[in-house]
């Protein structure tokens, strides 16, 4: 519940408009929109946050971060003193279907946070709060008009309506974003042709053979955890709960499970009987399932906004774009938010002109081409069918090679490479 203006300590003019001391005013409290506010304080900059849930989800969404975004947050200190959250670089690495073998030594080498998405919210709410950023919940954008020196935002609570005023808006609103519809914003794209189904289950102790990087079923198939194992029908992907959240039973696993859509539509509640025989058709062996929590399907969505800026209102996060493979999207998404605040804070410090306010679009949606692109390709290096799967060996052969384009060119003349003709020595 909200408190009331008077004891908000913030003044509601005649008109209904609230003069509060809010520079941007940022639409949806999830990690973009929270990065977003982190870094403005930082920069010394005043935001609000408006989140229209009036609590926070407790519905599991993404597991960790991957790439740039996890050097960023141990920079600025959000990692220090919480137990159980390491950052590490990764020698080995997925793209799409196929390990890659990464240089853990290098500056840019790639770096993995594992944290369940509500924890991040929870690490970067405590500190824009701590840093003063007034976070609003149950408080949502409801319409908004940029008059050229400022933007009038339009609010909604269960306490009555109002209209905010501030110097920008950023919609940080998620997929099905208010503020890009409302500037009118295109979001092409594609729709996957994969069902997804996921979700926490039991499973018992005795019905897996653990080791380090694997499950094996008895009399079934050995399972890689953390990465989709292919098959002819589908792919199934598994991993212990215990990975993200020490404090989880050893039983409790997240598992996905993914096969073509045909005519079936993605549901935000499924149930346990559907998992297990969604698993029985991919994997072709029963997995011993219980007490399925959080289970639902979904189909994953390819698209990119055409702009990130008109005037003073931005977009950031999935609001400007959503990508057809994990491991990219909250990276992408927390890295608009930090080029976008450093951009906001040198303009209002007078460092920059406003114009330069258009080198966020200009950068971040290229970044959003860039990772539209190649989470495309790891989309089809994932599919299923014989013409994947033979992308898969063929390009999983040639980046074990010494020298891929030989390995290619070999192929393409028609005799064998050399890792093949040593071995037929």
Same mark, same amino acid.
């Given at each position: 519940m ?14 209904g408009?609230?003069?509060?001391g ?5 639409a949806g ?57 390491h ?5 080995r690495y ?23 998405q ?18 609003r ?31 920008f ?13 409302h ?9 996957g ?16 053979r653990r ?17 989709p194992?292919h ?10 709960l ?15 499970? *993914?096969?073509? #859509? ?5 549901? /935000?509640?499924? %149930?346990?009987?559907?998992? !297990? =025989?969604?698993? &029985? @058709?991919?994997?072709?062996a029963?997995?011993?399932v219980?007490?399925?929590?959080w289970?639902r ?8 906004a ?20 994990g ?28 114009e ?12 959003? *081409?860039?990772? #539209? ?5 790891? /989309?089809?290096? %994932?599919?299923?069918?014989? !013409? =994947?799967?033979? &992308? @898969?060996?063929?390009l ?26 040593a071995?037929?020595?």
């Amino acid at each position: 519940m909200q408190a009331p203006d008077n004891e908000r300590g913030t003044a509601m003019d005649a008109d209904g408009t609230r003069a509060g001391g809010a520079t941007v005013v940022i639409a949806g409290a999830g990690p973009v929109g929270l990065m977003l506010a982190c870094e403005l304080a930082g920069a010394g900059v005043a935001s609000t946050v408006l989140e229209r849930a009036a609590e926070p989800s407790a519905m599991p969404k993404g597991n960790g971060l991957v790439g740039e975004i996890v050097t960023v947050l141990a920079r600025r200190g959000l990692l220090r003193g919480q137990g159980g959250l390491h950052a590490f670089p990764a020698p080995r690495y997925s793209f799409g279907a196929l390990p890659l073998r990464l240089n853990p030594l290098r500056p840019d080498a790639l770096r993995i946070l594992p944290i369940p998405q509500r924890r991040l919210e929870q690490l970067l709410e405590a500190r824009a709060r701590a840093a003063g950023v007034d976070i609003r919940r149950g408080h949502a954008v409801t319409g908004f008009r940029d008059d050229g020196e400022r933007v009038l935002v339009e609010v909604a609570s269960a306490a009555g309506s109002y209209t905010l005023h501030a110097g920008f808006l950023a919609g940080c609103d998620g997929a099905h974003s208010f503020v890009r519809h409302h500037l009118g914003i295109d979001f092409p794209g594609t729709t996957g042709s994969q069902l997804v189904r996921i979700g926490h289950v039991a499973v018992p102790a005795g019905a897996l053979r653990r080791t380090r990087n694997a499950v094996e079923l008895p009399g079934g198939p050995r399972l890689a955890l953390f990465k989709p194992n292919h098959t002819p029908t589908g792919s199934f992907t598994i991993a212990p709960l215990a990975s993200l959240d020490r404090g989880a039973p050893k039983e409790l696993y997240i598992v996905a499970s *993914q096969e073509p #859509l045909g005519t079936q539509e993605p549901a /935000a509640q499924i %149930s346990l009987e559907e998992m !297990e =025989a969604s698993i &029985l @058709r991919v994997l072709g062996a029963r997995l011993p399932v219980s007490g399925g929590q959080w289970l639902r399907s979904t189909v994953a969505n390819s698209r990119l906004a055409a702009r990130y800026r008109i005037g003073r209102v931005f977009l950031a996060g999935d609001a400007a774009h959503v990508f057809s493979a994990g491991g990219s999207s909250l990276n992408t998404g927390m890295l608009d938010a930090v080029d976008l605040a450093s951009r906001l804070a040198q303009v209002l410090d007078g460092s920059a002109p406003f114009e330069t306010l258009e080198d966020y679009h200009t950068a971040r949606h290229e970044a959003g *081409q860039l990772a #539209l692109r190649q989470t495309r390709a790891q /989309a089809a290096l %994932s599919a299923p069918g014989p !013409e =994947a799967e033979a &992308l @898969r060996q063929v390009l999983g052969a040639a980046f074990r090679s010494r020298n891929p384009h030989r390995y290619l060119a070999t192929l393409l003349i028609g005799k064998p490479p050399r890792d093949q003709r040593a071995r037929r020595r």
